[in-house]
């Protein structure tokens, strides 16, 4: 019996982990232990393709016979770069930035083969923040604890209550796991989801 190649995807993320399992792959997941901290004069753009790149090379150095799948996401309000909030104090503040805004969540991906090859791509999503109470904003953030996301604004569970409009190429980039990008960098990097299917 032939044995499939082996994938990891380099996250800790129950949402990731739930889309990833839509393409009906076998797959291990393994949390990346990676310095998030934005260095001096860095963009967005240039921050979530580093960081996923980072994630993605971390966990195949201890996966190196896998193909490897790295993904991080930023905020970008007006050239701010918003992150994980980690404290509801924090969480509050960037949403009441955001009210009325037009918000980039910029998600990028990085696949590492077993070769060592990378293959990196990033997705914009683009989001207009309805404006809300403040009373609103601290509802959300009691019921929901968004403290692990980027504008702490999480669409795949009550923050959709946020958000006036969202477009995108990829439904599923905002999540944090762009699955068209996804499939198009595997087949690219040697790991066709399904067989002869090409980028």
């Given at each position: 019996?032939r044995?499939?190649?082996?994938?990891?995807?380099?996250?800790?993320?129950?949402?990731?982990?739930?889309?990833?399992?839509?393409?009906?792959?076998?797959?291990?997941?393994?949390?990346?232990?990676?310095?998030?901290?934005?260095?001096?004069?860095?963009?967005?753009?240039?921050l979530?393709?580093?960081?996923?790149?980072?994630?993605?090379?971390?966990?195949h150095?201890?996966?190196?016979?896998?193909?490897?799948?790295?993904s991080?996401?930023?905020?970008?309000?007006?050239?701010?770069?918003?992150?994980?909030?980690?404290?509801?104090?924090?969480?509050?503040?960037?949403?009441?930035?955001?009210?009325?805004?037009?918000?980039?969540?910029?998600?990028?991906?990085?696949?590492?083969?077993?070769?060592?090859?990378?293959?990196?791509?990033?997705v914009?999503?683009?989001?207009?923040?309805?404006?809300?109470?403040?009373?609103?904003?601290?509802?959300?953030?009691?019921?929901?604890?968004?403290?692990?996301?980027?504008?702490?604004?999480?669409?795949?569970?009550?923050?959709?209550?946020?958000?006036?409009?969202?477009?995108?190429?990829?439904?599923?980039?905002?999540?944090?796991?762009?699955?068209?990008?996804?499939?198009s960098?595997?087949?690219?990097?040697?790991?066709?989801?399904?067989p002869?299917l090409?980028?």
């Open positions: 019996m044995m499939l190649p082996k994938l990891v995807l380099g996250s800790s993320s129950p949402y990731r982990k739930e889309l990833l399992e839509r393409l009906h792959q076998p797959f291990l997941t393994d949390s990346p232990e990676v310095d998030e901290t934005v260095l001096p004069g860095e963009t967005p753009e240039n979530t393709i580093r960081l996923a790149k980072a994630k993605a090379m971390a966990v150095a201890k996966h190196p016979d896998a193909f490897v799948i790295g991080d996401q930023v905020a970008d309000l007006n050239g701010t770069i918003l992150g994980k909030p980690h404290t509801k104090e924090r969480a509050f503040e960037q949403l009441m930035s955001m009210q009325g805004q037009t918000v980039r969540f910029l998600t990028a991906l990085c696949i590492v083969n077993p070769e060592g090859k990378t293959f990196e791509a990033m914009p999503t683009t989001v207009i923040m309805k404006t809300l109470k403040p009373e609103t904003v601290r509802a959300y953030i009691d019921i929901e604890e968004p403290l692990n996301c980027a504008g702490a604004a999480k669409i795949e569970k009550l923050g959709v209550a946020l958000m006036k409009s969202v477009t995108s190429e990829d439904p599923t980039a905002l999540i944090g796991l762009p699955l068209i990008k996804t499939i960098l595997l087949a690219q990097a040697g790991f066709p989801v399904l002869g090409e980028d």
